[in-house]
């Protein structure tokens, strides 16, 4: 037997184990929703994945996940695994609305082991908050984790509306599911806003004074 027909074996055998253990609760969020109530303006939830190229959520629209080393593969469960590396991704969420500001959630669950803690947004980095974690047997395969968390950035705008966000996960990691979210929130007045409000209010007051003059 190849080398090359051994790692594919290996790799299958891998993939049925994780279906018939470790993968369980695929396509259930565990956790509660990090936004709880907020209204969204823009959605998109992958509970399985077609290829380490995908452009259809299923939930949402104008999102894409890019696994960008080679070395992840679809499993039976639709899961993203790389059984002999870490795996890095690029995901994007498209027209989103340009100059408004949002709060930016990335959610994601992962099983047999996890997300590297650090994630960007546009280069701008966020740290992981974790929601659910429990540990599992996966069928003879030894022990692993089953996870939960998002990345979240404040106070984001755009001017391509464009979103396009940076995170790695460590060897032998299940990406199991994804989800991108954006939350409106009132924008933050620039420091010269204040300023120019002042100016009007006081020349306001100064009006009024004067035709109080003038009446008297």
Known sequence: MTLTTKLSALALLASTAFSSSAFAIDNVWISSTPWDS??????AEWHTFDSTADSTPDFGANGAVYETTGRAFVASTGNLYS???STAY???????AIGDVFDVYVRVATVGST???PATLDGIEATFVQTYYATQEFGGFGGGYLEEGYWKW???????GWLVFNLNANAH???????????????VPEPSTYGMVAIGLGL??????QRKRQIG
């Open 38 to 43: 907020s209204s969204l303006s823009d959605y």
């Open 83 to 85: 059984f002999s590396g």
């Open 90 to 96: 690029t995901i994007t969420l498209s027209d989103v």
């Open 115 to 117: 997300f590297q803690r």
């Open 154 to 160: 404040e106070n984001v705008s755009t001017a391509n």
């Open 173 to 187: 990691t299940g990406f199991d599911q994804l989800a991108l979210a954006t939350v409106a929130v009132a924008a």
């Open 204 to 209: 306001i007051g100064f009006i009024g004074r």
